[in-house]
Structure formats: C-alpha cells, structure tokens
C-alpha cells in the first residue's frame, strides 16, 4: 500500500514568506507527527495529533508554526514570516494505533530560506 | 533538543565485516528503537526493544538494551553495500508518544 507522502519536496522560500507543507499520512492511521531535521542531526519532535486532536505542540520552536489536521487525515504545517533558522527537512510521520510504536515516515520537505 | 549521544559518529568497515553502533540516553524509557535512513530519503524503521527486554534480534540486526546504564547497542552481522546509511536511535518515554532521537552514527560500508 502507498506510504506516508509529503508534498512538496523541495521549498526555497524567501526570509519574511509564509510556508505551507503538506502530510498524507497511511490511510487509517491515528497518530500523526511533525519533526523537523537539521543537517547532520537526528530529527526533532515538533508536534503529534491523535485523529484531529492536537495533543502535544510542546516542540514548535515559536508561534510562527502552526500545524493542523481538520479532519483526522491530512495535515499541514504552516510557517509565518520564515527566517533563515528555518532552513531543514521536516519530516512526516504516521503510526497505526495508540498501542503502535512504530512510526512510518515520509521523505520529508526540504525547505531553505533564503 | 537529542536524547543523547551516539557513538561512534562516523564509522567505516569492509563489506561482511560486523558493524557496532552504541546510543546513550537520559532519562526513563518505554521503548527504544533504531531507525535507518539513506541520503535523501526518510526513516525506516528497523527495530524496537522494551524496556522489559536485554536483547532482541531480527535477521542480521541484534540490538541490546541495558537500563541501568541507559544505554544500547545495535549490530549490523555481515554487511553489505547496502547497509550504508545513517542509523538513529530514538525512545518513547512516560506518556509521550513522540520519538526523541539521537545525534546518528554514519556507517559507510565499502564494497
């Protein structure tokens, strides 16, 4: 069956334009989660939804990202009035119930800001 | 902010040669798992090991777990070109559902 997949997958954005990156997660998967990786470091918890339900945002770095998933599918993150700081791959991922530990990531949106 | 360390940071052996990775953490954990990932693409993961297990194994991967040293170790037996990659561990602790990765050792297997 298809995977997680992330669009697009390469973003260059200039300093001060608002971002939006899109997540497809694998049909009928609970939970979802936003990370974003930096060059040459292992990836950072950004954000985890369970179906529509933000239950944990603790790891956005500023109010300027947002993350969403209306309706328990889908999920955008969305970055206002990015800096260059923003710069990395941000990473998708996707587990099947609350019981599944194992996460199914996407290839990941390469975003510079330039 | 990582979990911990990773060591070694870069490592470089012959194909068929084994390939030992070792990841520290800080605090208490549920599981801890390792994940592969290749130039450009995604993680994959490869294996999960409880908090209530030493060992665990799966086709040429052995991971080990030791609690009171908050620490495991993932062998890679016989290798191949194909296991050239970066590997990362990452725990799921108390009630978080996030995974908190490590820094990542770079295995560079030469053919």
């Known amino acids: 069956g298809a995977g997680v997949s992330q669009s697009p997958r390469y973003k260059v954005a200039k300093r001060g334009q608002d971002v939006a990156l899109r997540c497809d997660p694998i049909?009928?998967?609970?939970?979802l989660f936003w990370y974003q990786q930096a060059l040459g470091q292992g990836p950072e918890f950004l954000t985890y939804?369970?179906?529509?339900?933000?239950?944990?945002k603790s790891g956005l770095p500023s109010d300027r990202f947002f993350a969403e998933r209306p309706e328990g599918s889908v999920s955008t993150l969305k970055i206002q009035r990015t800096q260059q700081e923003d710069s990395a791959v941000y990473l998708c991922?996707?587990?099947?119930?609350?019981?599944?530990?194992?996460?199914?990531f996407g290839p990941g949106t390469r975003l510079t800001v330039t | 902010s990582q979990q911990g360390e990773e060591d070694p940071q870069a490592l470089s052996i012959q194909e068929g040669e084994n390939a030992t990775m070792n990841c520290s953490y800080k605090?208490?954990?549920?599981?801890l798992q390792w994940y592969r990932q290749n130039s450009g693409r995604g993680l994959v993961h490869l294996i999960l090991i409880r908090s209530n297990e030493r060992e665990k194994h799966s086709g040429r991967l052995r991971v080990t777990l030791d609690t009171s040293k908050k620490s495991s170790s993932l062998l890679i037996t016989a290798s191949r070109a194909a296991d050239t990659a970066s590997y990362f561990c990452?725990?799921?602790?108390?009630?978080?559902?996030?995974?908190?990765f490590g820094s990542g050792t770079q295995l560079t297997v030469l053919p």
């Open positions: 605090t208490s954990i549920n599981n």
């Open positions: 990452a725990t799921v602790g108390g009630s978080a559902r996030q995974l908190t």
């Open positions: 991922a996707s587990s099947s119930s609350l019981l599944d530990y194992e996460q199914y």
């Open positions: 939804f369970q179906n529509e339900a933000q239950l944990d």
């Open positions: 049909s009928g998967h609970v939970s």
